[in-house]
Every structure is written in structure tokens, then in C-alpha cells.
């Protein structure tokens, strides 16, 4: 278990040494929209730790699979969710 967090991502990929941009197969994500301060945060980990998407049709080459199982525990930072997602490629 790695920490990551999504105000301090840099700092805390630096300080890991092992947690490398743009190589999640797969993400997962459940509870995590709940603030609307941390909604852009979120989007910017994401953005950064997803594997970008690769015309190549090599296994390595795929981009992530990325699952973020939702509850609307604040309406604001669901829509601002929604809204600022395709910003940020996702």
C-alpha cells in the first residue's frame, strides 16, 4: 500500500519511488467524490496515473480500465464531476 494523495501527487510519487505516472492497468475508485475541492484533485490523479491511450493494439500499450463507484453524498461535487471529466480526457 503506497500513499497517494491527490493534493500532494507529485510530492508523493517523488517520495514512493516506485509509483510511476501513466502505468495503472486499472483504477478503482469507490466513495471518493464527496467534496467539491478534491473533485479536480481526483481528475488530475487519474489523468496522470492512467495509461495514456496508444493507437498500438500491444497488451502494453492499452489504455486503463478506470471504475468509480458513485453515491450522491454531495449534489455539487457529483455535477462538477461530470462537467469537468471530459477536461481532462477521462
Same mark, same amino acid.
Given at each position: 500500500?503506497? /500513499?497517494?494523495?491527490?493534493?500532494?501527487?507529485?510530492?508523493?510519487?517523488?517520495?514512493?519511488?516506485?509509483?510511476?505516472?501513466?502505468?495503472?492497468?486499472?483504477?478503482?475508485?469507490?466513495?471518493?467524490?464527496?467534496?467539491?475541492?478534491?473533485?479536480?484533485?481526483?481528475?488530475?490523479?487519474? /489523468?496522470?496515473?492512467?495509461?495514456?491511450?496508444?493507437?498500438?493494439?500491444?497488451?502494453?500499450?492499452? /489504455?486503463?480500465?478506470?471504475?468509480?463507484?458513485?453515491?450522491?453524498?454531495?449534489?455539487?461535487?457529483?455535477?462538477?464531476?461530470?462537467?469537468?471529466?471530459?477536461?481532462?480526457?477521462?
Amino acid at each position: 500500500v503506497k /500513499q497517494l494523495r491527490w493534493d500532494h501527487l507529485d510530492e508523493d510519487i517523488d517520495t514512493t519511488g516506485d509509483l510511476e505516472p501513466h502505468s495503472f492497468d486499472t483504477i478503482v475508485g469507490t466513495d471518493v467524490v464527496f467534496s467539491p475541492a478534491l473533485v479536480r484533485p481526483l481528475l488530475e490523479t487519474i /489523468q496522470r496515473m492512467a495509461k495514456k491511450y496508444s493507437k498500438d493494439d500491444d497488451e502494453n500499450n492499452r /489504455q486503463s480500465l478506470i471504475y468509480l463507484c458513485l453515491q450522491i453524498r454531495c449534489p455539487d461535487s457529483h455535477a462538477l464531476l461530470f462537467s469537468e471529466a471530459h477536461s481532462y480526457g477521462l
